[in-house]
């Protein structure tokens, strides 16, 4: 029964948090607020809405591990599974933008300042602060360096209606926060249930569902000859996982961190992060590429089960 509560939970926590996104844009578009500044703030802080909500849930009622693990696997995950899909799916990958020298660096950087923060055993609130405070210097980077995600032109020629906005955004938080609040209830019944930790649970489990929305949008740019926005996604959404989700999460309760005790998953979120600056800095966009991001991930399931 806890299993079925979690995959509906997180279902609707995906379902909210695509409504929320919509409908912002929606509300930032009628007030004639730029797609430049939209795509910078709301759709880059929107891929982590639902790692957001589960950790900072998770932190709430004393799942401090499920909250830091979420975050370590949903960057696995992100880095291993989706962009080894992307590279395995996409004919052709050429970036404009050169990744390597604007962009993959910010992926790298905030897990360094998690491993010096975690030091200590915990992030405190300090630590929290710090991290939003990196969270608002990346959106000021975006700003600065002309990088966003483009604003669906449908949505933005669709008639705008305060009634059904504000009804489906309030549905939207409803769903996320609901959502999150039962997944979190039901994982770690699951975790008991099966004697397993509540880290697993949370870098396998959680994390996965959590990384979803970006697995589906990745694949579907990677068909669509898109796969270099996916990468610059990608890197958005860890980032903001890093800063923004453990950042609130650590300001609502300190978080443990265990690092001796989970330093191979750790280390495997530092490892992947690396690949994608070497990946980057060679413009090794192919196939072979996906495929050992592939066997990374193999290897962290191996190692974990």
């Known amino acids: 029964m806890d299993i079925m509560i979690f995959v509906v939970s997180m279902a609707a926590l995906i379902y909210g948090a695509d ?26 802080l929107g891929t982590s809405l639902p790692e957001m909500a589960v950790s900072m849930s998770a932190s709430y009622k004393g799942s401090g591990d499920i909250a830091v693990a979420n975050v370590i696997g949903s960057t696995i995950f992100n880095i291993s599974l989706v962009l080894g899909a992307v590279f395995l799916i996409a004919k052709k990958i050429q970036p404009e933008r050169d990744l390597f020298a604007k962009d993959s660096s910010w992926s790298l950087f905030p897990i360094l300042i998690f491993l010096l923060m975690g030091m200590d055993g915990q992030l405190s609130r300090l630590d ?88 589906v949008v990745s694949v579907k740019a990677a068909l669509n000859n898109n796969a270099d926005m996916a990468i610059g996604a990608i890197i958005g959404s860890n980032v903001a996982n890093f800063t923004m989700v453990l950042g609130l999460s650590s300001l609502i309760n300190p978080l443990t961190v265990d690092l001796n005790g989970n330093f191979f998953d750790i280390m495997a979120a530092l490892i992947v992060s690396v690949m994608l600056v070497f990946i980057t800095a060679n413009k090794l966009y192919n196939k072979s590429a996906g495929l050992v991001m592939m066997s990374v991930l193999v290897l962290v399931i191996s190692n974990s089960f």
């Open 128 to 215: 929290g602060f710090l991290f939003l405070i990196i969270m608002g210097a990346y959106l000021l980077f975006l700003v600065q360096s002309d990088q966003m995600e483009e604003i669906d032109e449908d949505l933005a020629k669709e008639k705008f209606g305060w009634g059904k906005s504000l009804t489906l955004l309030l549905l939207g938080f409803v769903f996320v926060v609901g959502g999150a609040d039962f997944a979190i209830g039901s994982a770690g019944n699951i975790a008991r249930d099966f004697g397993i930790s509540e880290w697993i649970i949370g870098l396998f489990l959680v994390a996965f569902g959590t990384s979803l929305p970006e697995l």
């Open 19 to 44: 409504h929320i996104i919509e409908q912002s844009e929606k509300i930032a578009l009628h007030f004639d607020i730029s797609p430049f500044v939209i795509g910078a703030t709301l759709i880059a």
